[in-house]
């Protein structure tokens, strides 16, 4: 067992902890044990590539430590308000200001570049692993297609294959990784496959990193070049558009694809659309327009918020549940007793204010917390 009452440890700093700092470097710990310490002591500094120091940060405890299962409930409460108050306070605050940053607009260094190969906390969905397995099973040469899902979800990648592919022979390994929740939003809106991946893996230079981008690929000339895309991509995306515009059985489909239509401002489909169309399920192609028709609606937003859409989705659902009732209640009140007897004991705006909190603890707390401007998980 170490017997050291201090330690001390380095990582390298691939992540944007700070709108003044570049990405890149090292991030330097030093704490004191907390079990032998009477205290907690804590020094994190964030280091250049070559050593200097840029910020440097101090956690510090004072007092009489509390044991969690011995101490009563009121002082555990306390030590938590003692702990938590400046923040709850400030919070206000630094949403206003937050605010008036983001509806200016003209402060670039804030700006955030997207993070490196490694790991986001999004899970894949089904139309994304419907493409790729069908873009290797159109591949015509031995190729494997493995997809790096978020490592916060779990570790294990997906792998598709080639009809072509052997146990016995080797294939070229094309590796996929999203670095960006962005991507899920930007990907389904190009017309082609290839203009997509392209734009999509071009590097958009940042002052904090110079080599930030959506999406990461291992191969670039297997991507490109009479691979992948000349041969797989192409003819996927060739059948689709012969079929011409299939046009939904599903009434709600229907008038989903007019609001896509007239938020785009263009009826033209992009080539995920036509994927979507001619190879998913009903059910995947009704939750895709859903999910596409809140993303084109929070881009309307000055701060992008799919948190207030929803929001906004909510409480438009909850008003005309409340009309409804209205109007169902007022009818029953004149031809039977029953009606009475509900009018008094569960009036329509209680019902509706229970449907809204459900809805919002199904809809939105479960996906964006109790932030209304969050960007949630993406397309």
Known sequence: MPKSKQYKGSWEKDIFGSPFEKV??????KSVDPVLGPSIQSNLSSNTPDGQVKVTSRLSSWGEPVDPLAAPGWI?????????????????????QALRIRLRGKLTYLKRPEVRPGSIPRKETEIERQYLSELASHTSFPVSIKYVPPKSIHFDDMTFYSPSCTTSSSQPTLTIQPLTPRFYTSFPQYDSPRAAFFTETKATPMNSDESSCRLSISDHSLLELDQVLATAGQTLDTEAAKLGARNPKDWKCKILQKVVSFLRNSPAETFMDRFVSHYAHPSLQYRYQISLTHHLLACLLPIESQAIVQLCYISARSIVAYMLLLVVYSTSLHYNVAGRMCDHFIPPGRVVGLYWCWEMMNKYVGKYYLNPFSWGEGL
């Open 24 to 29: 890149g470097g090292l991030m330097v710990s």
């Open 76 to 96: 555990i409460a306390r030590f938590i308000a003692r702990w938590t108050h400046v923040g709850v306070l400030s919070a206000p605050r630094i949403v206003k």
